[in-house]
């Protein structure tokens, strides 16, 4: 008897079956049976349910002479079923990686209870992906169970059968069976939800819900949403019959003229010249049911309720008429006032600028103000020791404030003490660009610090490459970059990449990178602490996985590769950390396997960490893709594994300055199984993995020696001459007649009264 019956009723949705049964029969967990019927599909899904079924023993394709509907197919496989559990899962949604096993864990942690609820994610067509509205209810609960008589709240979890795992005997032995027409779901929903005496949940998106853009009956307006009445009736039925159920007659009601009410006011199911009729049959279900002493809920909902029981549908309209003006009015009233903050903001800005530059003030910023990080941070921590009178102060955003460390100066982005600092600083450091609007005065030094030795094509090598300067303006880009006066570099090719793909007016300078100063020196203390704090024995082989962003994909996450099986690869003794880009660090997709992956201790989810030099210092090797951090980290001479299964979209999508198959800092792979073998064997870490690093090194690190943040400091706050500062690899260069850049000297810093 398998673990799971997976049911999938089947009907017109040939274009979306394929991957639906991939969904469920890829998942790592195995022990399952996929019972799929075909509703007398007029399409090709009947051949296509055959063909899975030939190839894999646990698919059972079952035809109906005649076309049933969606819950009646769902009773048919429901009849077949024999795991230990039922699943359904609609035939043009999916399953994400991993869903039945961490399905499995939370059952066997909670002792097999009678339902297991997990979370969805909408998938539009366009590509946006928005979760469920009730995950915090889901992970309220943690591995605990319940009864919706003592937890009342988790009445309102999504109301479909999909996003539920019912045991079997629980299931038949309440004699549940799903009824003809639309809404089927939410009688069987809510009957299992009151009956279970205990209730799971698993704080997991188990389910591409998917927003088809047309075909959808839920999004087909028409007489058949008037079957919502039809099973909330069923539903109030059964109560009528189970008095011991009474208690649950008020939180039913509630939620059946809620759902009403939503139907109603959808374009997309009920017509306009269905409205007044769908309004009365909800008027007379309210009357009709309503329980003795309900109070209607707060919130918008609760006029819609008062309304259903007094006054026709004329009132109601005039309702949501006024409903639907509030915001456009909220918004426009919004507008102006943003309007006129920002004509104040921008006199009192420019007042500002008519004040003195403060040679003692300096101000940075990492990430798009993320928070402190990165060359500037490095920066500000070497100036507060060289020269202790110039005063640094950060621009972050409010979200990202818990990233301060203690004791730091900061202000918020777009604040007006954003744009005050930024008129009087004598030096902005950032590793991007400063917003367009922000004024650069003569005798102020802007030093641009990068982020990282590029591989991918930068700047004005874009041109050409439109999916990876999608919504990127390279002229706006040009003007801002026009402000540098110093341009940091880690080497001859990073500097030579840099005037190319930036032609602007900045002088380089060979300091090599800030950042990587702690990677050159080294710092044990630290990366025990980082060990520590992440939970990872100290004795422990620690592979960090650090996997860039894809332009080629909307959104620009792909999973290249399998977290799961590259951790359970590594073995005992081992610990997989994930270092996610940081731009990713809010996609959907990381609520998926990783999360499930990093609570069941297989790996370390490490993208929020703030530091990703800590990462690095507590890790033993590398495995990533095209991520500059390959070049941070070979400050370390430590290995790195290059894993390039989609090299070749990648580099005709985004473009890259040299191949990095062909030139790698260790071995290079392709495939899971290519990746796993490498450190079973042993590879990662052998002569030839040496070999090519110390290569990579020579070329790639040449001006990393841990004093890069001393030079920019003395060179450019203290104006000292760099001579005694060089790197060695720089005075070499220079020995064999190779010159600095090109472009101006940094202009010196000195305080300027701007006259009106």
Not at 7 to 14: C, D, H, S
Not at 274 to 300: C, L, M, N, Q
Not at 309 to 322: I, N, Q
Not at 689 to 710: K, L, M
Request: some cysteine; proline content about 6%.
């Amino acid at each position: 008897m398998p673990r799971f019956s997976i049911v999938v009723p089947v009907f017109k949705v040939q274009g979306y079956l394929r991957a639906c049964l991939d969904s469920v029969l890829d998942q790592s967990f195995t022990d399952i049976e996929l019972i799929a019927v075909d509703d007398c599909s007029p399409d090709h899904c009947g051949d296509i349910l055959d063909e899975y079924a030939a190839r894999d023993p646990r698919v059972t394709a079952v035809h109906l002479p005649e076309n049933v509907g969606l819950g009646r197919a769902r009773n048919a496989g429901l009849d077949l079923a024999t795991g230990d559990y039922v699943l359904f899962l609609d035939s043009d949604d999916s399953y994400t990686p991993g869903l039945l096993r961490a399905v499995d864990d939370r059952l066997r942690t909670t002792d097999d209870p009678d339902l297991l609820v997990f979370d969805h994610v909408r998938t539009f067509w366009w590509g946006r992906a928005n979760r469920g509205t009730t995950s915090e209810l889901l992970a309220q609960i943690g591995t605990g169970t319940f009864r919706i008589e003592d937890d009342p709240a988790y009445i309102h979890l999504f109301l479909v059968a999909w996003n539920k795992a019912f045991r079997r005997d629980f299931f038949l032995k309440q004699g549940f069976r799903f009824a003809p027409g639309l809404y089927e779901d939410a009688p069987v929903s809510y009957l299992a939800m009151i009956t279970a005496e205990r209730i799971g949940c698993l704080d997991r998106v188990g389910v591409e819900y998917r927003q088809r853009r047309q075909g959808a009956i839920t999004r087909t307006p028409g007489r058949k949403h008037f079957d919502i009445f039809t099973q909330y009736e069923g539903l109030f039925a059964f109560l009528d019959g189970r008095p011991e159920f009474e208690w649950a007659r008020p939180l039913l009601f509630e939620r059946a003229l809620d759902h009403m009410l939503f139907v109603l006011a959808c374009d997309e199911r009920v017509a306009p010249a269905d409205r007044k009729e769908f309004h009365r049959e909800t008027a007379r279900f309210y009357r009709s049911h309503v329980p003795r002493g309900f109070t209607p809920p707060r919130g918008p909902r609760r006029t819609e309720f008062r309304l259903l029981s007094a006054l026709p549908y004329a009132a109601y309209a005039t309702h949501r008429r006024l409903r639907a003006m509030a915001p456009a009015t909220r918004a426009h009233t919004e507008k102006l006032t943003k309007r006129l903050h920002h004509m104040v903001k921008q006199a009192w800005y420019k007042a500002q600028l008519m004040r003195r530059l403060d040679p003692r003030l300096a101000v940075y910023a990492a990430g798009h103000h993320r928070g402190v990080f990165g060359d500037p941070a490095a920066i500000h921590a070497r100036a507060g020791q060289l020269a202790p009178h110039i005063k640094g102060v950060w621009v972050v955003q409010a979200d990202a404030v818990d990233q301060v460390p203690p004791g730091t100066d900061y202000v918020l982005a777009g604040s007006w003490s954003h744009y005050a600092v930024m008129a009087r600083a004598t030096y902005w450091i950032n590793q991007f660009n400063w917003a367009g609007n922000l004024v650069k005065r003569r005798g102020t030094t802007h030093i641009q610090t990068h982020q990282g030795t590029p591989l991918k094509y930068m700047g004005l090598d874009l041109l050409d490459r439109p999916a990876g300067r999608h919504g990127f303006n390279l002229r706006a880009m040009l003007r801002r970059s026009d402000r540098w006066d110093v341009s940091l570099a880690a080497s001859r090719y990073a500097e030579e990449v840099w005037q190319r793909a930036y032609p602007c007016h900045f002088t380089s300078l060979r300091t090599g990178s800030p950042r990587n100063d702690v990677l050159v020196r080294g710092d044990a203390g630290r990366a025990a602490t980082t060990r520590e704090r992440l939970g990872i024995p100290a004795t422990d082989t620690v592979v960090l996985y650090a996997p860039t962003r894809r332009d080629y994909r909307a959104g620009g996450h792909v999973q290249r590769v399998d977290p799961e099986r590259l951790a359970r690869a590594l073995g005992p003794g081992h610990t997989l950390v994930v270092r996610l880009h940081p731009t990713l660090a809010g996609a959907p997709e990381r609520d998926l396997e990783l999360r499930d992956l990093h609570r069941a201790g297989l790996l370390v989810d490490a993208t929020d960490e703030a530091s990703v030099e800590d990462l690095m210092l507590a890790s033993d090797a590398l495995v990533t893709d095209y991520s500059a951090l390959m070049f941070d980290y070979l400050c370390l001479d430590r290995p790195v594994v290059v894993h390039a299964d989609d090299w070749d979209v990648y580099r005709v999508s985004r473009g890259a300055y040299f191949d990095i198959t062909e030139d790698a800092p260790g071995h290079v792979t392709r495939t899971d199984e290519e990746l796993a073998a490498v450190f079973s064997s042993g590879a990662w870490r052998d002569e030839e993995s040496a070999r090519r690093r110390a290569g990579f090194r020579e070329r790639f690190c040449e001006y990393e020696d841990g004093r890069a943040a001393e030079r920019v400091v003395r060179r450019v706050m203290l104006g000292e001459p760099d001579a005694a500062l060089l790197p060695a690899a720089r005075r070499d260069s220079e020995n064999t007649g190779h010159t600095e850049h090109t472009g101006p000297a940094p202009r010196p810093a000195q305080s300027e009264h701007v006259p009106g």
